[in-house]
């Protein structure tokens, strides 16, 4: 694992991510969308809650799986709802019928840097940190069953996770 400053970057399980505080890496739904085009969206987490689809997103190809909105397959003209505190699961195919996803964007500062790092970087104790250890086993444990191409989480930090190891440095470079 590596980090520059705020920005907390390394690799697990064949994927490659990174995490900075909001506002600090300049990932847009473009970047997004031209990265992953004919793949799936599904935002499993809009602004802390669930998300319904509206009847114009429906006639667009949107549809709802359990409480979860899917894209039609990606495009660059597609509009995207966004918010803050959204996350987002980006595949070739989505299928969330009977699945629970539970939202790491709602746990204030939600980061995938160890703990060791965290303490290095700040100066306080490791201990400070040990909190996030369990947190970040569900996640990783979650992001393996969905096994997505792409994972993205807005809140207090932006999370990117991804197969892409391309994608993932070009977010880190914007």
Known sequence: ??????????????????VAPDGQLALTHMLVKRSHLGMRL?????????ITATEQELSLGWSMQGEVMVSPPLTETLEVPGDHYDEWYISETQRFEHSVVEP????GGFT????????QNTGRAE???EFWRP???????????IAP???IGWGDNTVVVSRRYDFVRAVHAS
């Open 1 to 18: 694992m590596r980090h520059e400053l705020n920005v907390f970057a390394g690799s697990r399980d064949g994927y490659s991510w990174l």
């Open 42 to 50: 599904a935002i499993t987490c809009f602004d802390s809650g669930s």
């Open 104 to 107: 790491f964007v709602n746990y």
């Open 112 to 119: 995938l840097a160890a703990s060791e790092v965290l303490a």
């Open 127 to 129: 201990a400070n940190y």
């Open 135 to 145: 947190l970040q086993e569900r996640f990783w444990r979650q992001l393996l069953r």
């Open 149 to 151: 191409e792409t994972f």
